[in-house]
């Protein structure tokens, strides 16, 4: 069933079975990291601000990650993907940004690592 | 605006495949369904989902399903159902024998 070729994306899980290897969905409460939080709120403001128009395009570009992506990364991980996409889409930052920005946060941690 | 099914109208929903995001997951493809309730009209998430604006806005309808016919190995209650909402553009009619 997973290769119904009516599934529409790495979420379409309705009614499949775990395959080998694959954990069930953790479903214990936990505590948000600081950077949660700060996705959290970065996307409820831009959503305030009309981006993007419709939860669709947010959707979208959760749903049209890479399976192994989708599958790798955490909830918010994913919240932040979307974000970049459609951010970059709508031209409110540029790829060249996002990339300087994550090189001078890489670095920063190199260097406190480092410390 | 008008509105193609009412409550209580046996659908069916597409068995059709679209490259374009959309809101209609795999496990209901195909399946009969009663509408329980007409919501609002919404804009397309096949175009607005890319930054076009979605219109015509088209209603999205309350679709009760019955879990025995989603699942053929089903072994809870008979009378056990699922509801999603599904746009009206990927509902069919069923015609009904007298």
């Not at chain 2, 009209?41 to 219109?55: D, F, I």
């Not at chain 2, 209603?59 to 053929?72: A, G």
Request: net charge negative; hydrophobic share 35%; charged share 30%.
């Amino acid at each position: 069933m997973s290769n119904d070729p009516r599934r529409i994306g790495p979420h379409d899980l309705g009614g499949l079975l775990l395959a080998e290897g694959e954990k069930p969905i953790d479903r214990d409460e936990h505590d948000f990291a600081y950077w949660e939080r700060l996705v959290d709120g970065l996307i409820y403001v831009l959503g305030a601000k009309g981006y993007p128009a419709d939860t669709a395009a947010f959707r979208r570009a959760i749903e049209s990650l890479k399976p192994e992506d989708y599958t790798n990364l955490s909830y918010y991980e994913r919240w932040a993907a979307s974000a970049a996409t459609w951010c970059t889409e709508l031209e409110l930052v540029t790829q060249a940004e996002l990339d300087a920005k994550m090189a001078e946060i890489k670095a920063r941690q190199t260097a406190g690592d480092a410390s | 605006m008008n509105t193609r099914f009412s409550d209580g109208d046996t659908v069916r929903i597409s068995h059709r495949d679209d490259e374009r995001h959309h809101r209609v997951p795999a496990y209901v493809k195909g399946h009969h369904g009663t509408i329980v309730r007409v919501c609002a009209p919404q804009v397309q998430p096949e175009m607005s989902a890319y930054h076009k604006p979605g219109e015509p806005m088209r209603t999205v309808y309350r679709v009760r399903l019955d879990q025995n016919d989603l699942w053929s190995d089903y072994t809870g209650r008979k009378s056990d159902t699922v509801e999603i909402e599904i746009f009206e553009h990927w509902l069919e009619s069923v015609n009904h024998a007298p």
